[in-house]
């Protein structure tokens, strides 16, 4: 989500006639996107703000703008005390308070754009920033707005609002910009996204949006992110298996495998309902190769959580074998109803060690599913050189590597995988004999 926003606002700054620079040093604002939903990324926001402090005092024409969950929707007042070097506080998803800020002074207003990206201003198109344009194969899209599920740990509902969906009418001009700069794969974002279009009355749902945007030529790859195991209905599961362009993987977070853990998280399900959501998902794919992947989140020492009630988890994702599982260590986020009303009793070594005993498990895990590839061909979406080697995503989102002195950006093309780890692959290009060209295919041709 981070992502998506900063795209925003170096594509609105550059319509005001700035471009983006490599060091802060060169820069003349400087803008700071923030993520706060766990205590490890506040402290890498907080010291990465004061690491700008010196910047400011040895440059007072510098803009600071500081942006995201740190400020959050609900003002800045205190925020504006502690840090007085910072120019302009936004929140989260929100150029908004950046511009009006920069166009308010004579000296930098809009009349320094060229009236094409004046037009786009008013338009509200959105323009990927220079250095993306045209190089940008996979983009994100954000949805849903917010949200209003309140899990007791969450800091997400207080820092970037209620729950809004996006008009249908914006996001599709949006895709079709963005496939018309070169976008290949978009991926449709919310807090819950498969909620999308249930804050407005007769509006349209997830699968809606995914048919809709499945029509648009020159899009080759849709994915969404995140979903809810309550709210993922056979309706969508149904169409998303249907729809060729829709890739089979699904990020849907169990958060913890124990029942009276969940409930004190108010997820609103139980460990047994996403076993059968799971069941579910995998029924849709069954007898194909590579099927679908199913990643989740969990997080271990959640106030109260016992060394059994943790057993329980460890035992669910070895029972499960998802693809990827994001791991974290619970941190206490402020004004939360976990922070308000329940002690943050898990001691920190033994969060810790819950922690490294899933990264292991689910290290092994993920290196049993990936040597499936082994051997076998994938389609593979290829979107940049790393390290002198292509980086490609599978339709089931694998990381792939391979190595071609040929252009394949943006290209979908045949991989068979020659190694795999529990992190990624390394492949080769199949040649089509005579002509000593790679075979190109479109998605699920294969
Ligand atoms: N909205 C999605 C959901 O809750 O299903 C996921 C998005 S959330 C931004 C990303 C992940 O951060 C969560 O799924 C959860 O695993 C983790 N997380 C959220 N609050 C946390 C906290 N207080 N401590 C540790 N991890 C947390």
Redo the contacts with the bound molecule.
């Keep these: 989500m981070n992502v998506a926003d900063s795209q925003r606002v170096a594509s609105a700054l550059e319509r005001l006639g700035y471009h983006a620079t490599r060091r802060a040093d060169d820069a003349d604002i400087i803008v700071l996107n923030t993520c706060v939903?766990?205590?490890s990324a506040e402290d890498k926001a907080y010291s990465r703000l004061h690491s700008l402090r010196p910047l400011k005092e040895k440059r007072p024409g510098l803009v600071i703008n500081l942006m995201g969950c740190m400020v959050g929707v609900r003002g800045s007042e205190k925020l504006q005390k502690r840090f007085p070097f910072v120019d302009v506080f936004s929140p989260p998803s929100d150029p908004g308070p950046l511009v009006a800020f920069l166009t308010q002074d004579e000296s930098r207003s809009l009349e320094r754009a060229e009236t094409e990206e004046r037009f786009a201003v008013m338009d509200g198109d959105l323009l990927l920033p220079v250095e993306e344009r045209g190089r940008l194969i996979s983009a994100h899209v954000p949805v849903v707005l917010g949200?209003s599920?309140a899990?007791t740990?969450?800091?997400?509902p207080y820092r970037r609002g209620v729950e809004r969906s996006r008009p249908v009418g914006d996001i599709m001009a949006e895709v079709r910009s963005l496939v018309a700069q070169g976008v290949k794969e978009i991926t449709f974002l919310g807090?819950?996204v498969d909620r999308y279009g249930k804050d407005v009355a007769d509006g349209p749902n997830l699968t809606a949006l995914l048919r809709i945007a499945h029509d648009i030529e020159g899009l080759e790859r849709i994915r969404f992110l995140?979903?809810?195991p309550s709210y993922m209905t056979d309706e969508l599961l149904d169409s998303i298996a249907a729809l060729p362009k829709v890739m089979p993987h699904i990020e849907v977070?169990v958060?913890a495998g124990d029942d009276e853990v969940l409930e004190n998280m108010k997820r609103g399900y139980t460990s047994e309902d996403y076993r059968c959501l799971v069941e579910k998902i995998r029924q849709r794919y069954n007898g194909s190769f590579p099927g679908v992947s199913i990643a989740t989140?969990?997080?271990v020492g959640f106030p109260g959580e016992t060394a059994g009630q943790f057993q329980k988890t460890y035992d669910l994702l070895a029972e499960l074998k998802l693809d990827v599982a994001?791991l974290?260590?619970?941190?206490?986020?402020p004004g939360?109803v976990?922070d308000r009303r329940m002690k943050d009793d898990v001691p920190d070594e033994e969060k810790w060690r819950r922690f490294r005993e899933l990264e292991a498990l689910q290290e092994s895990i993920a290196a049993e599913i990936n040597a499936m590839y082994l051997g076998k061909t994938a389609p593979v979406l290829f979107e940049q050189k790393v390290k002198g080697r292509w980086k490609g995503r599978t339709e089931t989102n694998k990381l792939v590597f391979v190595e071609s002195d040929q252009d394949l950006s943006g290209q979908v093309l045949p991989v068979s995988m020659t190694w795999t780890g529990p992190w990624s692959m390394q492949g080769t290009l199949p040649f089509v004999q005579g002509y000593g060209i790679p075979l190109q295919l479109v998605p699920n041709q294969l």
């Design positions: 939903v766990r205590q949200c599920h899990c740990f969450c800091i997400i807090q819950i995140t979903s809810h977070p958060q989140d969990i997080f994001h974290a260590r619970y941190s206490t986020r939360t976990a």
